[in-house]
C-alpha cells in the first residue's frame, strides 16, 4: 500500500513552500522549520549585510555539520536522514525560485 503524502504549507526565510509529507512526520518537519527559522534570525543578528540565500546556506552548512557529528556520536539515523532528504528538497526549490527572482 503506497503511503499517502498530506499538504503543508512551511515558511523559510520569509518564503512560502507547498510541500507534502507523510502524517507521522509533519511533525518532525515543522520542528525543524523552526529550528531553521531560528538560526536564521540568528545568523542574521550576528552577520548583518548578508541576502537571505547566505543566511540560508549558512544554516545548511550549520544543520549537516551538526547532523553528521550526531552520527558519527552513532546516533539512529532514520530521522536525520529524512530531514537531511527535505533539506535537499527545500534547497532545490529555493534554488528555483531565486533562479526566477
Same mark, same amino acid.
Given at each position: 500500500?503506497?503511503?499517502?503524502?498530506?499538504?503543508?504549507?512551511?515558511?523559510?526565510?520569509?518564503?512560502? @513552500?507547498?510541500? *507534502?509529507?507523510?502524517?507521522?512526520?509533519?511533525?518532525?518537519?515543522?520542528?525543524?522549520?523552526?529550528?531553521?527559522?531560528? *538560526?536564521?534570525?540568528? @545568523?542574521?543578528?550576528?552577520?548583518?549585510? *548578508?541576502?537571505?540565500?547566505? @543566511?540560508?546556506?549558512?544554516?545548511?552548512?550549520? @544543520?549537516?555539520?551538526?547532523?553528521?557529528?550526531?552520527?558519527?556520536?552513532?546516533?539512529?539515523?532514520?530521522?536525520?536522514?529524512?530531514?537531511?532528504?527535505?533539506?535537499? *528538497?527545500?534547497?532545490?526549490?529555493?534554488?528555483?525560485?531565486?533562479?526566477?527572482?
Amino acid at each position: 500500500m503506497m503511503e499517502s503524502l498530506i499538504p503543508i504549507n512551511i515558511v523559510i526565510g520569509d518564503r512560502s @513552500y507547498r510541500i *507534502k509529507v507523510s502524517p507521522e512526520h509533519e511533525e518532525h518537519v515543522r520542528k525543524t522549520v523552526k529550528i531553521i527559522n531560528e *538560526k536564521v534570525l540568528e @545568523y542574521r543578528t550576528s552577520f548583518a549585510g *548578508k541576502d537571505m540565500q547566505d @543566511y540560508i546556506s549558512m544554516v545548511l552548512i550549520w @544543520y549537516a555539520t551538526d547532523v553528521t557529528s550526531t552520527n558519527t556520536k552513532g546516533a539512529d539515523t532514520t530521522d536525520e536522514s529524512a530531514a537531511a532528504d527535505a533539506l535537499k *528538497k527545500l534547497e532545490l526549490q529555493i534554488d528555483q525560485l531565486l533562479q526566477q527572482a
